[in-house]
C-alpha cells in the first residue's frame, strides 16, 4: 500500500509535469473510482488548467482554476493499489479506469483492486472531507504530536497507524521508525520518557524523508509515476525481514501481530 513517501513521490511528479497544463478531456473507463458521477466530474474539472498540487497525509488534492476564475478540487486516495501513469507508449489494461488528457499529455489512473477514490471536495488544503484525518507525519511539529499521543495507552504502533493521530506512516514505516528510535512495538507512549517519543517522531520524519529521496519502497504494487519501482526496499531495516538477523545487533528479528497487522522488531535493540 502507498504511504506518504510514495504519495509525496507521485505528488512531486505530478507538480512537475502538469501545472499550468490544461485537462481538455477525462475518459471514464469504471466510474466506481469516481466519488461524484461521470458527468459532475467532467462537468467540474474538463475546461480548466492545474494550478496546484497538496500531499496531506497519504492523500493528494489537485487543483484545477478556469479561465474565469472558478476553482475545483479533486481529493486522491489511493489506498492499496491506485497507481498514476504519465508514460511515452504506455498501453492501458484493464486496471486502468481513467484517462486524464492533459491537452495531449494523458495520465492514466490505474488501480488493480478497485478500493481507490477520487473525489471533488471544496477547498484545496483542508476540506471537510478530511477533519477525521490529523496534522501531516511530516510537517507536525513534537509538541502537538505530543499532545496528542503522550499519555495514550494503547501499544504506541497501532497510534502510530492511527490517521487521526497524525497522517501518512503506514505499516513499513512505523516499523522501520520504531526500530530506529529502539521502541518496542508494544510499548506505551505513556510509560515513555518524552525524550524517548520525541526520538520517535524524528526517527519517524528521517526514515520517510530518506524514502521520498529513493522513490519509495516497491513491494507488489507501488512504481512511481514512469513505472519504475521505488528502491528504498534495499534499505529496509526489519520490515519484511522476520526471521533474519538484526543488522544491528545477533538477535533474530521476530514477528508479532499488534494492532491487527503483522509486525518485526527486535528483541535485542527494542527491549520492551
Ligand atoms: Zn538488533
Known amino acids: 500500500m502507498p504511504e506518504l513517501p510514495e504519495v509525496e513521490n507521485i505528488a512531486l511528479a505530478l507538480k512537475k509535469n502538469l501545472t499550468g497544463r ?11 473510482v469516481l466519488a461524484q458521477s461521470t458527468r459532475v466530474t467532467r462537468g467540474a474539472l474538463v475546461g480548466k488548467v492545474l494550478t496546484h498540487v497538496h500531499r496531506h497525509g497519504k492523500y493528494l488534492i489537485l487543483g484545477f482554476t478556469g479561465d474565469d476564475g472558478t476553482q475545483a478540487f479533486l481529493m486522491i486516495h489511493l489506498r492499496m493499489t491506485g497507481q498514476f501513469f504519465i508514460l511515452d507508449g504506455f498501453i492501458p489494461d484493464q486496471h486502468v479506469h481513467l484517462a486524464f488528457d492533459f491537452d495531449g499529455l ?3 489512473y490505474r488501480d488493480i483492486r478497485k478500493f481507490g477514490r477520487l473525489e471533488l471536495v471544496e477547498d484545496g488544503i483542508a476540506p471537510a472531507a478530511l477533519s477525521h484525518v490529523g496534522p501531516d507525519m511530516m510537517k507536525v511539529r513534537f509538541s502537538e504530536w505530543h499532545r496528542r499521543i503522550g499519555s495514550r495507552r494503547a501499544p504506541i504502533k497501532a497510534l502510530l497507524l492511527n490517521q487521526g493521530i497524525a497522517s501518512g506512516l503506514g505499516n513499513i514505516y512505523v516499523d522501520e521508525s520504531l526500530f530506529l528510535a529502539g521502541v518496542h512495538p508494544e510499548a506505551r507512549p505513556c510509560d515513555l520518557s518524552e525524550e524517548t517519543l520525541r526520538e520517535v517522531l524524528k526517527r519517524g520524519k528521517q526514515v520517510m524523508r530518506l524514502a521520498i529521496k529513493h522513490g519509495g519502497t516497491t513491494f507488489m504494487n507501488f512504481t512511481n509515476f514512469h513505472g519504475k519501482p521505488g528502491n528504498f526496499r534495499r534499505k529496509l531495516r526489519v520490515y519484511g525481514r522476520g526471521g533474519q538477523a538484526c543488522r544491528d545487533c545477533d538477535s533474530v528479528l521476530e514477528k508479532i501481530v499488534v494492532g491487527g497487522r503483522g509486525t518485526v522488531f527486535c528483541p535485542g535493540c527494542q527491549a520492551l
Do not use: E, I, N, S
Not at 490544461?22 to 466506481?32: I, N, P
Open 106 to 108: 494523458l495520465v492514466h
Open 22 to 32: 490544461r485537462l481538455t478531456g477525462l475518459q471514464v473507463d469504471f466510474a466506481g
